[in-house]
């Protein structure tokens, strides 16, 4: 009995140990990631760090890039096969035609996004902004958010100046030029906090708005290289598991791959989600979205498109099930 | 350890675990309690977060002013749960999840307060102004997206409900299958051990057993610990010394034994060599003595033939005299001329009668002292007759009288002269000692009888008896009471031989009323 019993062990252990060493055999399939270099995509950056693209057999070939939009750019011109972003982007090349598919959200937040006002502008309360000139980074996120808190607060989208300013260039903005006020996403509210001081004024408000990144591709990748996603979305669970256990070091990896400040990674960190899921409330989003982009005008589509179409779920599926909250 | 120690911190153990068991069996209870308390809280919760979004709807979609004021109940109501629930749910990861709920429904109260803020402000109801409706859809939207966390969170937090339970009974399961496992393996090692020990013990034991038992008593079993086996092997080793002590006084005294059987043989051996010259010795003595014997015989015979010789004498007085008396009858008759040849052949027919009784008297003696050769079947009334005749002139001379009173005439086997002998010894004992008495009408009778299939013959005087001090040695080879000029001790001692080993019978004597009485029974 002793006998099998040790058998027994040896034979878990030896399982045990051949499915942590696992190697996927064969060469190392080749993909492009393009990374926007932002706290949001930390799985991806902690996939990439840790070589858990290459324990899935992958090597990533990493595009690093200020923003998702830009990010989302290299896919659709076919410069990268998978691209961080967020929804927002998304979904304005969705309702632009664009046949790609998300393949998983990597982070969830209400928090992030902010209107910094230049209080010498006169500006104290978000009603001040009417009538002011406000940059944003359009189509993305920062123009979502800022629609939905001047909508709020009883503003209306003519009552205020427009201004198409890269994310990257929103600091920079609001200090040297005519700008009187900004909306932006992280790390540029921060850098533009830090900027400013106490000239700066922000509004933020976590209740009008949930915003997620997400993993995404071509639709025609997706079918040509299922594989790859499966193995994508295998290392980016990895780096879930990674994240959830080790915060510190993960942070501390973001902070390396992104150049953002430790303090910053942690703050952002506070209000973050980092899990890979395809839920329900991401087709809510981008349907919210896709409706405010067809009034705004900022689409030609008159339509809501069936964002079913544009969610590959097979791949986490048979990755993560219970992660797959969207029913088809 | 003694066995009784452990047999007893068994029993210890035992109970441990059974209290061990009750306290997992009350703790599982407790958290199941507490489970269910939690899964009830996160179903209440799920159920209102349905309700508030149906009265949700109804606002939206009728303006009704009873929803608005029931949703902000519910919503109210779902605070309360919520904040229950954080009491209940004590889970790092559960507390996150609860933190995060709370989060959503409080985004769901302000975005729900924004779009009644809109509606009021707008004055309007839903649909009419474009921005307002724009807000209000954008509002409904996020609403719904926190709805859906929301329902989320509940689902983990009835997960973690249901998880919970699984815990509690997991714990049960976990804690008795742990327990029951403890005790097997308590059970298995404190067996292997004891077993061990038992064993271990048992072997030595039984080795000390086998060596002792093979003979080596200065063996001594190991004693190990301080249990009932070395109590056991110490008994066993005291044991085994006095048994040494025990076989050391055997081996002693066999050695003792030995050496008094050595001693013992030796003188056995002296015995039968002393025995050995004994037997030569007594051999010898005992041919001396039969010579002596047969010289007595020879002497007793000689004695008897002198006693015969004197009895001739007696016998052939009277017709010596009558032969002289017929010679100086003849003398005389012939100076008288009466001298005739019938007278001649009368006195010469006298004097050759006296002649041939003279002679035959001589062939009776020698008849008598011929010796058997063998045995034969003999009357004894006519040896007791031939015998008292040999003896009649003695005792006519000396006024003796002697009386044969038989009854019967028995025959008997054995040889006749030897019994004439005897009775000739006895007889002429009697005489002597009846001349010695000088008693009144001396007498001897002989009484001659049958008892059962022997012949008895007594012989008894009136001579007063023979003293009751040498009564007892009268047969014993010299021994006599007439001194040496006329007795040799040999008669009695030579009639007893020839009477009870030469012929099977016995020889007695005894004292009577007025004498000596001798009993012959052959």
Redesign the interface.
Known sequence: MLIEVSALALAACFCACNRTNQKTAGPPVKITVAYATLPETALAQVAQSRGYYREEGLEATAHLLPYGKLALKEVLEGKADFATVAETPVMFAIMKGEAISIIATIHTS?LGHAILARRDRGILTIGDLKGKRIAVTLGTTSHFFLD?ML??N?I?RKGVLIADVKADEIPDALTHGDIDAVSTFNPYVDLTKKKLGNRVITFQS?????YTFNVVATQEFIRKNPGKVRKMLHALVKAEDFVRNSPVAAQKIVSDFSGIEIAMVRDIWATASFQVIL???LI??L??ES??AI?SGLTGARKVPNYLDYIYLDGLKSVKPDAV?ILR | MQIKRRLQINVAISLLTAIVICLVLLLSLYRLKKANNSAKIAGDIITDSLESVILRNDYIRNDNERAKEQWFTKNEQISKFLKLALENFRNAKDRKNIAGFI?DQ??IG??FS?IVA?RE?SGLNAGSG??SH??E???L??L???V??VA?HGRKLLESSREARYSALRLVVGGVIASFLFIIALAAVNSWAMGRAITDRVTRLRDGASMIGGGDLDHRIEIKGDDEFAELSQAFNTMTAKLRATYDDLANEIQERRLTEETLRESEQNYHQLNETLEQRITKAVHELRDKDRMLIIQGRQAVMGEMISNISHQWRQPLNMLGLLAQELQATYKHGMFSTEYVDTNVKKTMELIQHMSKTIDDFRNFFKSDKERVRFRVLEVIEKTMSLLEGGFKAHGIRSEIKETGDPSINGYPNEFAQVLLNIVSNAREALLAAKVEDPTITIRLYTEGDKAVVTISDNAGGIPEDIIEKIFEPYFTTKGPEKGTGIGLYMSKTIIENNMGGSLTARNTGGGAEFRIEV
């Open positions: 209400s939905a909508g709020i009883g209306s976590k209740d009008i708005y949930r839920d329900q409330s809510l989003g349907e919210d409706r405010w009034s909250r | 989060e409080e985004s302000i975005i924004a809109n402000k474009d921005l724009e807000v859809e954008r509002l939207s996020q719904d997206m926190r859906y966390e989320i």
